[in-house]
């Protein structure tokens, strides 16, 4: 793999985030100098995203070595001096020296075996494809939940027949079949005897309803052909009465007008 010196030099000491930092002592790897002894070399080391930089100290503008998390594996490792928390970043090519590394101690090197574990592209694949088949999941049984919702809502919400053969309550009052709920009416929708004239006209369509066992603000007004016969019964009715009244008294006018 080919990188160019000036932009990893930049990437590095960007003021982009990074993902996890601290102290390692190393024993070597590409890029590192070797130590004479076995204490190995203590180095600043800057994680971004599957990039791991090593700085002389905290301060250093020079990365000293830069390794590519990719096809590789993070396990821990015993180190060459005792009393170390060492752990090796070993790739699965041939013939490429793994690297080895120690924490300070034992939280250090876990959260440091965590970070670089995680820091590859292939890891993040598996990730997002756990996600996705997750939100697949999430949605199916989302779905489900609305069409068993909706379903119970429509079962609840639909109107029952009324029994037609046999007389029973509806809207809170009994019926029969020539009689309304409240005596208003009979059945055929004409004036009940005994009524007089005023107080039919007062009644309005509403009596109409009751007549027929329905109540004025049911579901049922909402069909506008009944709606039309319920206020066509009621002028009929009028204009009926009406008639008879001009009949029964005729108007006096035309003859005070003879001479």
Known sequence: MKLNERSVAHYALSDSPADH?????????AGMPPTPSGAGRRCWFVLKGNLLFSFESREGRA??????????????????????????IRFDA????P????????????????????????YMRLVVRE??????????????????SWKAVSSRCKPQAPDRWSPGLENGHSLSRDCSPMGLVEEGGSRPAGRGLAEWELQGPASLLLGRGQSPVSPETS???TLHE???????ELRRAWLQRAQENPPECEDRDRP
């Open 21 to 29: 930092t601290g102290f390692l002592r190393t024993w070597g790897g």
């Open 63 to 88: 990365p000293l070595s830069l390794v590519v998390l990719e096809g590789c594996t993070v396990e821990l490792a015993e180190a060459p001096v005792p009393e170390e928390f060492a752990f090796a």
């Open 94 to 97: 041939p013939g490429v020296r």
């Open 99 to 122: 690297h080895l590394l120690a924490a300070d101690g034992p939280a250090a090197q876990e959260a440091w075996v965590k970070a670089l574990s995680r820091a590859s592209f292939g």
């Open 131 to 148: 996600l996705e088949s997750q939100l697949r999941e999430a949605r199916h049984s989302l779905d489900l939940h609305r069409r068993s």
């Open 223 to 225: 069909c506008f052909s």
């Open 230 to 236: 319920w206020y066509g019964r009621e002028i009929m």
